[in-house]
Nanobody, 124 residues
Framework: EVQLVESGGGLVQPGGSLRLSCAAS????????IGWFRQAPGKEREGVSCIRSNDGSRYYADSVKGRFTISSDNAQNTVYLQMNSLKPEDTAVYYC?????????????????WGQGTQVTVSS
């Protein structure tokens, strides 16, 4: 059973940075993808980014492109989301997700397994 545990959320001022971590375990295959979604109060859930384990391909939503970077440490089975130049509109609960690498592309992100979420608040 795949399990995902997020950490690293918190309160940060506009223009600041945070790094989210997603510790993953239980994969039975080595060709999967890890993604990040977020949901702000009163808004629909939004895909943020994803990374494939097999070829390292990365994809980003237009709203975060150039500010957020997804990376992976395969030895630690951990995926990171480095968030820079944060804006108040980035405030949301951020969820780590996992699924087949086929679902990580410019057209979407994996949704098969979800973590519990971590709150990110950008406010002065």
């Amino acid at each position: 059973e795949v399990q995902l545990v997020e950490s690293g959320g918190g309160l940060v001022q506009p223009g600041g940075s945070l790094r989210l971590s997603c510790a993953a375990s239980g994969f039975s295959r080595d060709d999967y993808a890890i993604g990040w979604f977020r949901q702000a109060p009163g808004k629909e859930r939004e895909g943020v980014s994803c990374i494939r384990s097999n070829d390292g391909s990365r994809y980003y939503a237009d709203s975060v492109k150039g500010r957020f970077t997804i990376s992976s440490d395969n030895a630690q089975n951990t995926v990171y989301l480095q968030m820079n130049s944060l804006k108040p509109e980035d405030t949301a609960v951020y969820y780590c997700t996992a699924g087949s690498w086929l679902y990580c592309s410019a057209n979407g992100y994996p949704k098969h397994v979800w973590g519990q979420g971590t709150q990110v608040t950008v406010s002065s």
